[in-house]
């Protein structure tokens, strides 16, 4: 089971978060059909956001969205207060030789909402800086320290294999830096973390997320405030396909049920089909009347 760890070290002055994601990578790649590159990609946008996303409270929901030139186009993730996160890319099958190639540059949007499943609507949170690298990792952490002014660190990493599943291994750390640290613990992180086995690599081994920030902060004392389960999970549903069509126009939903004797959806962020039939999409129609 994929699991998430938030907690605090250096007395209060760094927050650190870390995380196996491999079940939810292997997941999400695997219903999005995307290519080995793009799986990278993919993954360890996945899982920054659901780091980004550990400290959102209830009712709160977390975008971060990616667009870019490269052959990819695009990336969505969206991470919620109760441990789940969803995504997808606009072009599954893009090709490139690494990372940074593959997403290109552009810029890096992130969206906090709170109560919106609730029809509870406030203003949502909007912030958004030019891609630094399209390395994924490296745009997290300067979105931190640019647009909400916290120095961070952020490693993610996905490891694939030619057999399936594909996804050997996916996690990540993120260390954000409070103004009254130490510099002298931040230069023994910077250490740390040059000489640190990669994250991948060491999820390959069987590390948990405690573990992770072990390796990264080496002596440094850290305390887990909270460790939870996370996972892959949508908030679509036959239902709600039948609601969102049910919003269509009366005359296009006759056209639907003379043309195609019924209708279908597919979830964006799931890529789940959902096919609505002559006698349901019929009921649609009557209740328009």
Do not use: W
């Not at 650190?16 to 990578?25: E, G």
Request: glycine share 8%; with cysteine.
């Amino acid at each position: 089971m994929d699991t998430l760890i938030h907690g605090i070290a250096a007395d209060g002055t760094i927050r650190c978060m870390a995380a196996v994601t491999t079940d939810i990578v292997r997941e999400a790649t695997k219903r999005h059909k995307t290519s080995p590159i793009v799986s990278i990609a993919f993954g360890r946008t996945l899982t920054g956001t659901i780091l980004f996303g550990s400290s959102l409270k209830e009712l709160d929901r977390l975008t971060v969205k990616i667009e870019g030139d490269g052959e990819i186009e695009g990336i969505v993730a969206e991470a919620t207060a109760n441990g789940t996160v969803r995504g997808y890319v606009k072009n599954p099958d893009a090709i490139a030789f690494d990372v940074k190639s593959v997403v290109g540059k552009g810029m890096f949007y992130v969206m906090r909402e709170s109560g919106f499943d609730l029809g509870l609507y406030q203003e949502p949170y909007r912030g958004s800086v030019p891609l630094l690298s399209g390395e994924i990792g490296e745009d997290f952490a300067y979105y931190f320290a640019k647009s909400e002014q916290i120095p961070s660190a952020v490693l993610l990493g996905v490891k694939l294999q030619s057999e399936e599943p594909f996804v050997l291994s996916a996690g990540g750390v993120m260390l954000q830096i409070m103004p009254d640290a130490n510099q002298d613990i931040l230069t023994m992180i910077e250490d740390t973390i040059s000489y640190a086995p990669s994250i991948s690599d060491l999820i390959k081994s069987g590390a948990t997320p405690t573990e992770l920030l072990e390796n990264v902060l080496g002596i440094i004392p850290f305390e887990i405030l909270e460790e939870k389960p996370i996972s892959f999970a949508c908030t679509c549903s036959p239902e709600r396909a039948i609601s969102i069509i049910g919003m269509l126009d009366k005359n296009e939903l006759i056209d639907m049920l003379e043309t195609d004797k019924g209708a279908a959806m597919d979830c964006h962020f799931c890529n789940e089909h959902y096919e609505i039939d002559e006698v349901v999409l019929s009921e649609i129609i009557r209740s328009k009347e």
